[in-house]
């Protein structure tokens, strides 16, 4: 009767607001997501949200799919990573030595998104290294 996909369209209808979006961010064209959409109120036999509210407005019914959505959806991909992970053995340790504070500015959520491909890596810092360049050879001497 459900599937993942209908899950995951609530979800980000919820999300976004709007079919319009909804249809952008899952790459569906709108009559597709509709089409979709119908076809679920009538498995369910109710209406899941009202139409041509600003944002959309569930209904009941599509607020117990949408808490079902939020229960099952962050376990299919974490079930999901971690299948993966046994493929790739994806496990380990990362370590990384920071010297320039302004780096955390673009470093952190740079991290944040490599630990939703990599939740099985352990990320190690450390700080307080000097980093000196490397020396260069010119001609017959060393260029520092």
């Known amino acids: 009767m459900l599937e993942l996909k209908h899950l995951r369209t ?8 709007s079919l319009t979006s909804t249809a952008t961010q899952l790459c569906l064209t709108q009559s597709a997501l509709s089409h979709q959409l119908k076809d679920l109120e009538q498995r ?13 407005k569930f209904t009941e019914e ?12 962050p376990r299919m991909a974490k079930a999901e990573t971690e299948l993966a992970a046994m493929k790739e053995d994806a496990q ?3 370590h990384m030595a920071i010297e320039c504070h302004s780096c955390f500015q ?12 990599w939740p099985l890596v352990t990320l190690d810092f450390s700080s307080g290294f000097g980093f000196e ?3 260069h050879w010119q001609g017959e001497t060393w260029i520092w």
Do not use: C, H, N
């Open 10 to 17: 609530l979800a980000v209808l919820r999300e976004t607001g």
């Open 44 to 56: 369910i036999g109710s209406q899941l949200f009202l139409r041509k509210t600003r944002p959309v």
């Open 62 to 73: 599509g607020q117990v799919l949408l808490r079902l959505a939020d229960d099952v959806l």
């Open 92 to 94: 380990g340790r990362l």
């Open 106 to 117: 673009w470093l952190m959520p740079a991290l944040k998104e490599y630990k939703v491909g």
């Open 133 to 135: 360049p490397f020396p």
